[in-house]
């Protein structure tokens, strides 16, 4: 019997690679840091070396050891590849750093799949205008209770003050002490805005993003305090009150001052399916007082419930009925999210 060797024996080929496989991923230690100021269909624009001279845009796609955790404006994350910039390059994005905060949203009250909206922002400002169209306080609420969900700041923002007397909407949520901020259409008719020094100063050195309706003017408001935006602008329709969805792409907009501001398209609903029932009231300051006196395991939409007699008191103020009826539909929204979609 002969004697065999390594160079005896044949080794069939792994045909997926010879390459051992591990759960380790990579560290990429060298992984450039990066923030993302746009996604548009799986490419994300992002921008290196913020604060430098040497500040650029760079595309990048999201690289497949992420799995299926997604890349959102906002999200502060490490590139490895082709960083510079240059026309047709693509980076990868390895790393998404953990996010300080999440805004959040589902397609409706019932839907279990909720998505982040933007990641690390400080501010939400929600947008409305107080005439044309006129203002939805179910949308604010909603915003609000996002806002505070997500550990944000929220800040209302009303435009079109020239159109009506702002003091009328703000009632609503004055027992709140909510800050906020009117512009008008200045006087001259050359489209500028009034008021946008005290929006610039609340927007000052932070991130905010801003919702609202189509129409509102949240466009209008982009373009006034970054002059070289150039987001569409539309116009809302005489027969519904509704405006055109005319910025349909998320964008980060660096601001003269310092900070960010986030232009989001248009909504028409905001699913808060991802808040649990019993956070909802921390979004109403003005009734939470109210629940010290509700018998255990209330629900808040029952004739013991103890905020009925909070709001006839006096107590949440001369909005009280109002935004205890605002409260209580977004529970009931919950459970069936026609009744809200219907409401103004």
Sequence with gaps: ???FDEDDVRVRPNRRGSRPRTKDRPAHADAVAGFVVAVDRGRSTVLVGEGTAEARAVTAMRARELGRQGVVVGDRVGLVGDVSGAVDTLARIVR???????L?????????????????????????????????SRLVDRCLVAAYDAGMTPLLCLTKGDLRPASEVLDTWAP????????????????????????????AGRISVLVGHSGVGKSTLVNALV?????????????????RHTSTSMAALELPGGGWVIDTPGVRSFGLAHVAPESVLRAFPDL??????????????EPDC????????GRAGAAGPARLQSFRRLLAARRS???EAAAP
């Excluded at 998404?96 to 999440?102: C, F, H, K, P, V």
């Excluded at 800050?179 to 006087?187: K, P, Q």
């Excluded at 109210?290 to 808040?300: D, M, S, Y």
């Design 1 to 3: 019997m002969g004697r």
């Design 96 to 102: 998404i750093e953990e996010r300080r905060t999440s």
């Design 104 to 136: 959040r949203r589902s397609a409706d009250d019932t839907d279990p799949i909720e998505r982040v909206v933007v990641a690390n922002a400080d501010q939400l400002v929600v947008v409305a205008a107080v005439a044309d169209p006129e203002p939805r």
């Design 176 to 203: 709140l002490g909510l800050d906020a901020v009117v512009t008008s259409r200045g006087a001259d008719g050359q489209g500028g805005l009034e008021g946008l020094d005290a929006v610039r100063e609340r927007l």
């Design 227 to 243: 002059p070289d935006a150039a987001r569409a602008t539309g116009h809302v329709n005489a027969v519904t009150g509704r405006g």
């Design 288 to 301: 939470l007082p109210g629940e010290a006196g509700c018998p255990r395991g209330c629900t808040h939409d």
């Design 306 to 313: 103890a905020l009925d007699d909070w709001v006839g008191q």
């Design 337 to 339: 999210p026609r009744d």
